[in-house]
């Protein structure tokens, strides 16, 4: 069964970075894109970016162009998620989620939510 | 980039009664590029609806996706203690993919 599993949670300090992983299994890694999307406290979903786990191109979400990048590792099946420069309004629920795919599509399956809290 | 409105924010019914949730965009959607997620607190969001009308793995017939152009609905037609939730709609026809603010359904 399509798993992602994500790992990265916890407490950074404003100015520092974070990366979140999101280990994928049970179909094939390259085959699907992943996306990322935060969820801040009490609030709404935000797209961040994708990225293509085929050829590692990128598309993120001009809010954020400068201080994400995604990248990914096909020998391990994990993408991962890092973003700089953090700030208090950085602090959410950062997921992962396999498109179905090809091509722009909905989000089938998502990782659990790693959550960051950046605080000094 | 394509703004999602849902409506209403909070919608207060009882376990039972039909639910109408509505989501308007700010430019043309195809429905082939348009979605519904179910969220419950401490919970990823579950795809609900796919291509605006289609039913994703699992989920019950009672929820139902229509609508087209700049107006999407999704009809939830006997609550269940279950449904109780907050629900999204998502439109990706492309970058950046866009999220409606979210419709919480709460019990009355």
């Known amino acids: 069964q399509v798993q992602l599993v994500q790992s990265g949670a916890g407490v950074k300090k404003p100015g520092a970075s974070v990366r979140v992983s999101c280990k994928a299994s049970g179909y094939t890694f390259t085959g699907h894109y992943i996306h990322w999307v935060r969820q801040a406290p009490g609030q709404g979903l935000e797209w961040m970016g994708w990225?293509?786990?085929?050829?590692?191109?990128?598309d993120y979400a001009h809010q954020f162009q400068g201080r994400v990048t995604m990248t990914r590792d096909t020998s391990t099946t994990t993408v991962y998620m890092e973003l700089s420069r953090l700030r208090s309004d950085d602090t959410a629920v950062y997921y992962c989620?396999?498109?179905?795919?090809?091509?722009?599509?909905?989000?089938?399956?998502w990782g659990q939510g790693a959550l960051v809290t950046v605080s000094s | 980039e394509i703004v999602l409105t849902q409506s209403p924010g909070t919608l207060s019914l009882s376990p039972g009664e039909r639910a109408t949730l509505s989501c308007r965009a700010s430019?043309?959607?195809?429905?082939?590029?348009f979605a519904w997620y179910q969220q419950k607190p401490g919970q990823p969001p579950r795809l609900l609806m796919y291509?605006?009308?289609s039913r994703a793995t699992g989920i019950p017939d009672r929820f139902r996706g229509s609508g087209s152009g700049t107006d999407f609905t999704l009809t939830i037609s006997r609550l269940e203690p279950e449904d109780f939730a907050v629900y999204y709609c998502?439109?990706?026809?492309?970058?950046?993919?866009?999220f409606g603010q979210g419709t919480k359904v709460e019990i009355k």
């Open positions: 430019q043309s959607v195809s429905s082939t590029y």
């Open positions: 291509d605006a009308s």
């Open positions: 989620a396999r498109e179905r795919g090809p091509g722009n599509s909905f989000f089938e399956y």
């Open positions: 990225i293509n786990p085929n050829t590692g191109g990128t």
């Open positions: 998502q439109q990706y026809s492309g970058s950046p993919w866009t």
